[in-house]
């Protein structure tokens, strides 16, 4: 069973730009997440999606967005670039029901720099 | 910060030591996983805990759960040079009536464990 596919594993981008990062959920799985890893912050949660429908979001600014297709994969788009960006995107899915919370299955990462 | 602190935040042991970690946490929670990490790559989840339960084994893993002091350790037994890593611990939160996979990341431990 193939596992989580995030895609591209590493980017270079300039301030102002925009980026987008896409994930691919293991086959039935329909709940994605994302979350910001950085040296000073560590492991942020960004937001989740269920069902196409986004169940939860992080304190993030509204540069950060995602959203999530009916075959369950998912992206997220940062705008406008900012050097504190520079991160770690991890995403993350899970079979899990509504009614319970359970073990996340992670991607190895979108490594963002942005000079 | 919503954000869990995990005590050390570095430890280095010999081979065939134990390795302990300890997590605290702010919040209630419905469970609490441990998480491993090698140097920037993805997370790998090792171990689930309910907040009904106080113990829980997984082949050399060992976690206790103290819901009134909001405290969580890790003990890894019999510790391997492939066993060095970063780990961290995660409480899951409810969110809408309902479960989220939302998880609140602790700020890591960094074992290294030498040959």
């Known amino acids: 069973k193939a596992g989580v596919t995030q895609t591209p594993r590493y980017l270079i981008k300039t301030r102002g730009q925009q980026v987008t990062l896409s994930c691919s959920p293991i086959s039935g799985h329909r709940s994605v997440s994302w979350y910001q890893q950085t040296p000073g912050q560590g492991l942020q949660f960004l937001f989740e999606?269920?069902?196409?429908?986004?169940?939860n979001k992080g304190n993030f600014p509204g540069r950060f967005s995602g959203r999530q297709f009916s075959n369950s994969r998912s992206e997220m788009n940062v705008s406008t670039l900012e050097l504190g960006d520079s991160a770690l995107y991890l995403c993350?899915?899970?079979?899990?029901?509504?009614?319970?919370?359970?073990?996340?299955?992670f991607g190895e990462g979108s490594r963002l720099t942005v000079l | 910060s919503q954000q869990g602190e995990e005590d050390p935040q570095a430890l280095s042991i010999q081979e065939g030591e134990n390795a302990t970690m300890n997590c605290s946490y702010k919040?209630?929670?419905?469970?609490l996983q441990w998480y491993r990490q090698n140097s920037g790559r993805g997370l790998v989840h090792l171990i689930l805990?309910?907040?009904?339960?106080r113990e829980k084994h997984s082949g050399r893993l060992r976690v206790t759960l103290d819901t009134s002091k909001k405290s969580s350790s890790l003990l890894i037994t019999a510790s391997r040079a492939a066993d060095t890593a970063s780990y961290f611990c995660a409480t899951g939160l409810n969110s809408y009536g309902g479960a989220t996979n939302k998880l609140i990341f602790g700020t890591g431990t960094l074992l290294a464990v030498q040959p």
């Open positions: 805990i309910r907040s009904n339960e």
């Open positions: 993350a899915s899970s079979r899990n029901s509504p009614e319970y919370t359970g073990e996340l299955f």
């Open positions: 999606y269920f069902s196409e429908t986004q169940r």
């Open positions: 919040t209630s929670i419905n469970n």
